[in-house]
């Protein structure tokens, strides 16, 4: 069995969107995941259009955009209300045939799942790389039933994975960004009349309108790593209490303990290759990037459709790696630093700076819808390749 069948180390999005890349192209396939659960609370998900075709190559596309709530248009305001920029939703999807669908990160991972053979998740499961294999050798994992062989391992074992530092342990790893984010999902009942960002002296906050009348809410600025309050509730209201509405009403109907705060680190060095041996890395473990675009989840669903429509059928499954490693490695760089771009826009403080870059997303903003949507065409209008069975 061992040469013919694909470990996945990590179940998050992009370690289940491989299983499934990996199932439709007849591969035996098992995920390990070390939490003893699925079940991501308190985060959504923008699911762009790149990531929504390949997400059709899944067979998961169709049930993820009925969950997704229409919004007339997305935009970026300052505290005081007052819009900076805004694009119209129907004119992203006429553009690339999709709008930008949110939906809760809870739901990404259900549609993943129950499109996947059952047993094919292993939760309370770690597993580590024990040697990555070669042409004539395969890969070896160890898990909790011992040792197993494998002719492909997918490492989609996030920022900190074990599995990138083996393989290369040269490389500096990840850096912090200077950012901490915070994420929670509110039930207002209605939804808010406004969706997008609002961006002050260096931090924002960002309103998503989910199904079921809930909203995802997140913020981010900047703050030494690993700083920590009392209650993050009240850090969120002590930052952003006396923004424009919706912000405040929705602070007030967060729960203090459902509030998630993480700091953003990011992989700012490029890898030299996502994969060696018989090993690919895939998502945040090869290409970690600051939040600020909205494609962590979107890459990391495309890394998974690449990686498996690469596999001949009856071949060798470590073969296509130098092809995963061209194909993903400068598309992905390219939106970690767009991504780290914005961030660095998002950072400035000082009223000048601030003035400075308001005015020029205002000037932005007052671009034809067509020039806006241009510069998002490298990242948005994204093709995937198709899978064995023509999914």
């Known amino acids: 069995m061992g040469m013919h069948q694909a470990i996945v180390i990590g179940g998050g999005i992009g370690g289940l969107a491989a299983a499934l890349a990996l199932h439709r192209q007849g ?10 659960s699925l079940e991501p609370v308190g985060a959504g998900l923008a699911l762009a259009p790149n990531a929504l075709r390949a997400l059709d190559r899944l067979g998961v596309g169709p049930r993820l955009r009925a969950l997704a709530t229409p919004h007339p248009a997305i935009g970026v305001r300052h505290p005081s ?16 045939g999709d709008p930008i669908a949110a939906v809760a990160r809870a739901d ?17 499961s770690p597993a580590t790389l024990v040697t990555p294999g070669n042409t004539d050798e395969p890969a070896v994992v160890r898990t909790t039933d011992g040792e197993q062989p ?6 989609a074992d996030g920022i ?51 199904a079921d009348g809930r909203v995802y809410l997140y913020g981010a600025a900047l ?47 490029p890898l030299p290759a996502y994969h060696h041996g018989r090993v690919a890395l895939l998502g945040d473990a090869a290409h970690a990037m600051c939040p600020f675009l909205g494609q962590g989840a979107c890459q ?22 130098p092809a995963y490693t061209a194909t993903r490695l400068p598309r992905t760089t390219a939106v970690v630093t767009a991504s780290r771009r ?43 390749p198709l899978l064995g069975d023509g999914a």
């Open 160 to 210: 900190r994975s074990a599995t990138r530092s083996q393989l290369f342990p040269q490389h500096p790893g990840p850096r912090y960004s200077g950012f901490t984010t915070w994420r929670t999902i509110v039930s207002p009942g209605r939804q808010p009349a406004a969706a997008g960002e609002i961006w002050g002296r260096g931090s924002l906050a960002g309103i998503v309108p989910l």
């Open 300 to 321: 990391a669903i495309e890394d998974a459709v690449v990686l498996a429509s690469l596999l001949a059928p009856s071949g060798d499954l470590a073969s296509p790696l």
């Open 150 to 155: 494998a002719g492909l391992v997918v490492a």
């Open 81 to 96: 209300g007052r819009w900076l920029a805004r694009t119209s939703t129907a004119a992203v999807e006429a553009r690339f």
């Open 108 to 124: 990404v991972i259900a549609a993943l799942v129950d499109a996947l053979p059952e047993g094919t998740v292993r939760t309370g």
């Open 27 to 36: 591969v035996p396939v098992t995920v390990h995941e070390r939490a003893a």
């Open 223 to 269: 703050a030494p790593a690993g700083t920590r309050a009392t209650s993050e509730h009240v850090e969120l209201q002590r930052l952003f209490g006396d923004w424009c509405a919706p912000v405040p009403h929705l602070l007030a109907l967060a729960e203090p303990d459902r509030v998630l705060r993480h700091d953003v680190w990011e992989l700012a060095d």
């Open 342 to 384: 914005i961030g660095a826009l998002v950072a400035l403080r000082t009223p000048t700076t601030t003035l400075l870059r308001d005015t020029a997303l205002t000037l932005a903003g007052l671009l034809p819808t067509r020039v806006l949507l241009s510069r998002s065409a490298a990242t948005f209008g994204w093709q995937p």
